[in-house]
T-cell receptor, first 111, second 114 residues
């Protein structure tokens, strides 16, 4: 079945770039998403990329998609303490009615 | 402002009791979803509905029930048959169709056992 995998933890120094990686299995994915979850809250859509694109940039966020390797990454430039959260990768696959979520990567920022 | 409202924010259940979690949206979305979130396990789909008066089971529907009598509302009942209900429950909604249709989330309900 469809699966999305992410590493569980990432720690970066304040001001450095963070890179969160994700792999997925569904070769018919149409859209891929990055969501952010702060403690005790729901998921907030950060950005998305269509499967025929390689890269998308939105202010401090850069999404890279390698469709051949089914690999998605989110780069956060100049990471700040407010970026501390759980980041979820998700893909909309062949069943357009559902989105498959990864297990989330907890990003922590050290001074 | 348009959005999704989940209530209550915290809920406690006694043994053998059914409890109902509310989810209301004013985004005019056709589709609505319920997820369960446990630490380190991401989101697991419980039920979803793409149109009023119709819904489908997700990956972990056992011990849960839903109804979709109105477009705006998709309540989730956690029944006594759900033996491990302690979790964070998230409701989401989206437009339907094959285009870019991201899911928008409420702020969640945390359910605990007394």
């Amino acid at each position: 079945g469809e699966d999305v995998e992410q590493s569980l933890f990432l720690s970066v120094r304040e001001g450095d770039s963070s890179v969160i990686n994700c792999t997925y299995t569904d070769s018919s994915s149409t859209y891929l998403y990055w969501y952010k979850q702060e403690p005790g809250a729901g998921l907030q859509l950060l950005t998305y990329i269509f499967s025929n694109m390689d890269m998308k940039q939105d202010q401090r966020l850069t999404v890279l998609l390698n469709k051949k390797d089914k690999h998605l990454s989110l780069r956060i430039a100049d990471t700040q303490t407010g970026d501390s959260a759980i980041y979820f990768c998700a893909e909309r696959g062949s069943s357009a009615s559902k989105i498959i979520f990864g297990s989330g990567t907890r990003l922590s920022i050290r001074p | 402002d348009g959005g999704i409202t989940q209530s209550p924010k915290y809920l406690f259940r006694k043994e053998g009791q059914n409890v109902t979690l509310s989810c209301e949206q004013n985004l005019n979305h056709d589709a609505m979803y319920w997820y369960r979130q446990d630490p380190g396990q991401g989101l697991r789909l419980i039920y979803y509905s793409q149109i009023v008066n119709d819904f489908q089971k997700g990956d972990i529907a056992e011990g849960y029930s839903v109804s979709r009598e109105k477009k705006e509302s998709f309540p989730l009942t956690v029944t006594s048959a759900q033996k491990n209900p302690t979790a964070f429950y998230l409701c989401a909604s989206s437009d339907t169709g094959s285009g870019h249709q991201p899911q928008h989330f409420g702020d969640g309900t945390r359910l605990s056992i007394l």
